[in-house]
T-cell receptor, first 114, second 109 residues
């Protein structure tokens, strides 16, 4: 692995189903983030984690949950998917949370909720 | 509220120069990023400005004026591969990253 990987690449999901988007980084970055990107809107932060064992809510956290059991992995779970969660989801990481550290992005997961 | 404004779309000719503007109104300022995002791909880092002035990096330069809440990204000697969206993002007083919607740049031969 080099950088950040996300899985799946794309997914079509029935409304009401549970879904976990996976994210793994091998850069030993402390901070990780989940964003959603919708046409005409900027990247919006869903949840973040400053370090393993801690998580925080971003701008649009409702309907999503995260966990950070270790440094490398930061899964995002949709407990009961709704069509408004159709989006492209990007995972990112940086050495530390906030400040001037550059964020590095995974390739994204394109999710369609029907 | 916090707001970052960028033009939605711009068109330029291969070999020319283009300037993409970004204005921001945020609660505090701790730096500004420019990212490039090709269609269907992840954003990738281009530049970071925290002090006023011009930062040059090859064909790309980024300018910041904190007093005016304004930045621009200057792309010289445009190539077809520069066709992408360019995202402006500001670090606010809480060290949160606020993203603009991005400018889609179309390069024509």
């Amino acid at each position: 692995i080099a950088g950040i990987t996300q899985a799946p690449t794309s997914q079509i999901l029935a409304a009401g189903r549970r879904m976990t988007l996976r994210c793994t980084q091998d850069m030993r970055h402390n901070a990780m983030y989940w964003y959603r990107q919708d046409l005409g809107l900027g990247l919006r932060l869903i949840h973040y984690s400053n370090t393993a064992g801690t998580t925080g809510k971003g701008e649009v956290p409702d309907g999503y949950s995260v966990s950070r059991a270790n440094t490398d992995d930061f899964p995002l779970t949709l407990a009961s998917a709704v069509p408004s969660q159709t989006s492209v989801y990007f995972c990112a990481s940086s050495l530390v949370k906030g400040g001037t550290d550059t964020q590095y992005f995974g390739p994204g997961t394109r999710l369609t909720v029907l | 509220g916090q707001n970052i404004d960028q033009p939605t779309e711009m068109t330029a000719t291969e070999g020319a120069i283009v300037q993409i503007n970004c204005t921001y109104q945020t609660s505090g300022f701790n730096g500004l990023f420019w990212y490039q995002q090709h269609a269907g791909e992840a954003p990738t880092f281009l530049s970071y400005n925290v002090l006023d002035g011009l930062e040059e990096k090859g064909r790309f330069s980024s300018f910041l004026s904190r007093s005016k809440g304004y930045s621009y990204l200057l792309l010289k000697e445009l190539q077809m591969k520069d066709s992408a969206s360019y995202l402006c993002a500001v670090i606010d007083s809480n060290y949160q990253l606020i993203w603009g919607a991005g400018t889609k740049l179309i390069i024509k031969p």
